[in-house]
């Protein structure tokens, strides 16, 4: 027997958590075959391709369980923001804000704008969205979350206010139907403008839809600042009420009278998780990054200017220096700026450490591929966790590194044999050099592609190879099962 592929000699960290093993890995017809361990001789059949991964690490393709890159799937199929540092599946829809099922009559608010403009949105229903994903066969696997704000959006005149029962009733309809077309879940963005003033009785009715189908509800919080605790308590309601797994977005304590009360809030997750299924996402960096909130504006702290729709020429800048060349406070000057996106210096790193390190803790790099200055967490988050976190910092083991953006990530969204090296599951993997590994990109310049990772296939077709992008386009669409 001839396989398509054979990976030898690799150092094969499973996805599991479990310690890794040397072992041959073949694949064929995007599907892993046969993983024979070098102690048992390894693979004896010869594989069409040959690959010699002695002293290199081979992982599951990575899961980037929270982006925003819903249309960017679809308008740049190569999407070489995640491939190049290992990604083989994203989900999207995230925050409340989705690419689907959307009709807008006007430009898309806020934080919807981050996702596009109103001629990219057309897909009023879930399966639209899917079967263009599908036509345009990105790089990647994609699987989606139905966006709160999105469905408030589309029955609401007026976001600022609970929906009304008949137009609760229609959001209900639209949620349901998604579900049954194959969407994840549901997310809320409870935090921004556009779906703050919906009522946890509103929430509760939308989350009441996922327990009729087997849905996930993932939650970017009402806040994640002072009342942070106020806030999970809330969503571990939420979805307790109507036993739906719960996924917590970009956990983090924001803003400095916020720091160091990580302990707190992992606590109450681990108490949760004792009667109930929680987990939650984390980014490796320090900084936040969206649309620019009045509210977090602050001479405590730092932020970036990464685009204005009404100062074009000040993308780019610190906020304090537009403010003190117009003369201005920094308020005025983001009142001015406005609409526009930030990137905010907001956390402190033992928060992030502690909880980026935390069992319950994915990773999920929340880019904003949209931004023309875009966050390094969007080409740099995978990497960083691996380099700097895990081998540098020893904040813990590559194998578990490897595991809380694998097999936890699919065993948390159900995503059907995917997240680990395991023969009989879907061939996404990612082949790196655990010495050399670095991501490249920075605040001062985020568009710069990882170092080390040397070779990345999506369902056993190559799609990045030694610093090249591949126009594989073997991604698949990842319907809820």
Not at 78 to 107: D, F, H, M, R
Not at 160 to 168: C, M, V
Not at 186 to 211: C, I, P, Q, R
Not at 238 to 252: F, N, Y
Request: net charge negative; hydrophobic share 40%.
């Amino acid at each position: 027997m001839t396989f398509k592929t054979v990976i030898r000699n690799g150092q094969v960290f499973d996805g599991s958590g479990a310690a890794p093993f040397c072992a041959d890995v073949a694949i064929s017809d995007g599907v892993i075959e046969r993983i024979v361990t070098t102690e048992k001789g390894g693979i004896v059949e010869r594989g069409e391709i040959e690959i010699d991964a002695e002293g290199r690490c081979l992982a599951p393709g990575f899961i980037d369980v929270h982006t925003h890159d819903d249309l960017e799937v679809i308008h740049n199929p190569q999407v070489p923001a995640k491939i190049s540092q290992g990604v083989t599946s994203v989900i999207v829809g995230n925050c409340g804000i989705s690419a689907s099922p959307v009709t807008l009559k006007a430009e898309p608010p806020d934080p919807l704008n981050l996702l596009g403009r109103r001629e990219q949105f057309s897909f009023p229903q879930f399966s639209d969205y899917a079967r263009a994903v599908q036509k345009a066969r990105p790089n990647v696997n994609v699987a989606a979350l139905v966006g709160h704000t999105s469905l408030r959006n589309n029955q609401m005149p007026d976001l600022k206010r609970s929906a009304t029962a008949e137009e609760l009733q229609v959001m209900r309809a639209q949620l349901r139907q998604a579900l049954e077309q194959g969407a994840l879940g549901l997310s809320s963005g409870l935090a921004y403008g556009s779906a703050n003033a919906a009522d946890t009785a509103e929430v509760l009715a939308m989350v009441a839809v996922l327990a009729e189908q087997g849905g996930v509800y993932t939650t970017h919080l009402r806040t994640e600042f002072d009342r942070i605790m106020e806030a999970i308590d809330e969503a571990l309601m939420t979805a307790g009420e109507h036993r739906v797994p719960l996924v917590v977005s970009h956990l983090k304590c924001a803003g400095r009278g916020n720091w160091g009360r990580s302990g707190e809030v992992l606590a109450a997750l681990e108490q949760a998780a004792q009667h109930q299924q929680v987990a939650c996402d984390c980014y490796p960096y320090t900084a936040s990054s969206s649309t620019l909130d009045l509210a977090q504006v602050t001479d405590d702290t730092e932020i970036f200017i990464t685009w204005s729709e009404s100062c074009p020429e000040q993308g780019g800048r610190p906020l304090a220096a537009i403010a003190q060349v117009w003369g201005m406070s920094n308020l005025e000057a983001a009142e001015k700026l406005q609409p526009a996106g930030a990137v905010y210096h907001c956390m402190s790193d033992s928060d992030v450490r502690n909880i980026l390190s935390h069992p319950l803790t994915m990773v999920g790099s929340d880019g904003l591929p949209n931004d023309p200055h875009p966050h390094p967490r969007l080409w740099g988050a995978f990497p960083r966790v691996l380099a700097h976190y895990s081998r540098d910092l020893g904040l813990f083991d590559l194998a578990t590194a490897v595991h809380k953006m694998t097999g936890l990530s699919a065993q948390n969204f159900g995503l059907k044999q995917r997240g680990f090296i395991r023969e009989g599951y879907c061939a996404d993997l990612v082949l790196f050099d655990i010495g050399t590994l670095e991501s490249a990109a920075s605040y001062a310049e985020p568009l710069a592609p990882a170092r080390g990772i040397s070779r990345v296939w999506v369902n056993g077709i190559c799609a990045y190879r030694d610093g090249d992008v591949l126009d594989s386009r073997s991604g698949a669409f990842l319907f809820r099962h």
